[in-house]
């Protein structure tokens, strides 16, 4: 843990003017005092005497490990423990009526064609980036597992799988939390898994169709002869055979098995 090296820093002593000036009760002279005294860290709405202020100890450094104040997303929303009944509100109607959260959305780039890729991340460091995505730019969307009807926005309702970012509009890192909803949520039966099913029309599955018909015999059960000419027995030529003969002579008992 890093703490500040607090320095003491001693006035020197001031003249009478500036004692007379210390102690007026104007504002505008203290701060025309602290200036002529060099004391630039004060600040111009202190109503301390320079007595005080000499003997006044500043901080070189700041303590790095203190606790920064939280995003305002997760204090100023106050559908954080239920995000589902935002949805619900007439704020919400009003804002989007029964459009999916991006709808009509269009990120903010250069040039004429738009990039292959969403960007990473709309909110760093408490710093929003120019026309964020659709879940950064509403600080009352949260990706939660329960919140079905967000989810369902993201998900094609023909394949039953999740529509990419690059159609939807939303960051990389919110796109990661999507998936892990969804996948959470279809996991403990709140969304289906399997994808729905189609019925088409004016389609004959039957096999009373006359271009449907039995698969006829094979020649060779018919005339009880070999599928191909030359799956038959064919005698090898003569010269294969004296070849034959005096490579293998060695190893042949009985001629006539060549035959």
């Known amino acids: 843990m890093r703490k500040g090296i607090c320095t003491p820093r001693k006035m020197a002593a001031p003249?009478?003017?500036?004692?007379?000036?210390?102690?007026?009760?104007?504002?505008?002279?203290?701060?025309?005092?602290n200036?002529?005294?060099?004391?630039?860290?004060?600040?111009?709405?202190?109503?301390?005497?320079?007595?005080?202020?000499?003997?006044?100890?500043?901080?070189?450094?700041?303590?790095?490990?203190?606790?920064?104040?939280?995003?305002?997303?997760?204090?100023?929303?106050?559908?954080?423990?239920?995000?589902?009944?935002?949805?619900?509100?007439?704020?919400?109607?009003?804002?989007?009526?029964?459009?999916?959260?991006?709808?009509?959305?269009?990120?903010?780039?250069?040039?004429?064609?738009?990039?292959?890729?969403?960007?990473?991340?709309?909110?760093?460091?408490?710093?929003?980036?120019?026309?964020?995505?659709?879940?950064?730019?509403?600080?009352?969307?949260?990706?939660?597992?329960?919140?079905?009807?967000?989810?369902?926005?993201f998900i094609c309702p023909h394949s039953n799988n999740i529509l990419d970012p690059t159609h939807t509009g939303v960051c990389r890192n919110k796109y990661k939390e999507l998936v892990k909803a969804i996948d959470q949520a279809q996991d403990k039966g709140l969304l289906p898994v399997s994808t729905p099913l189609i019925a088409f029309r004016d389609v004959d599955w039957s096999n009373q169709h006359p271009a449907v018909s039995k698969t006829p015999p094979s020649p060779a059960l018919c005339s009880k002869t070999s599928w191909y000419p030359w799956y038959d027995w064919k005698q090898p030529p003569e010269e294969k055979i004296e070849l034959f003969r005096k490579i293998y002579k060695n190893y042949l008992k009985e001629e006539s098995n060549l035959s």
């Open 35 to 153: 200036r002529s005294c060099g004391l630039r860290h004060i600040p111009t709405t202190s109503l301390l005497l320079p007595e005080q202020l000499a003997f006044r100890t500043y901080c070189t450094e700041v303590n790095q490990e203190e606790p920064t104040k939280p995003d305002g997303r997760e204090v100023d929303s106050r559908y954080k423990e239920m995000p589902w009944k935002y949805l619900e509100s007439e704020e919400y109607i009003t804002k989007y009526g029964n459009n999916p959260v991006w709808f009509g959305y269009r990120r903010n780039f250069k040039g004429q064609v738009p990039p292959q890729r969403t960007r990473k991340m709309c909110i760093r460091r408490g710093h929003v980036c120019g026309n964020p995505c659709p879940i950064c730019r509403d600080q009352h969307l949260f990706l939660d597992y329960r919140n079905v009807k967000l989810l369902e926005q």
């Open 15 to 33: 003249s009478q003017a500036m004692l007379l000036c210390g102690n007026m009760a104007s504002l505008a002279s203290r701060v025309a005092f």
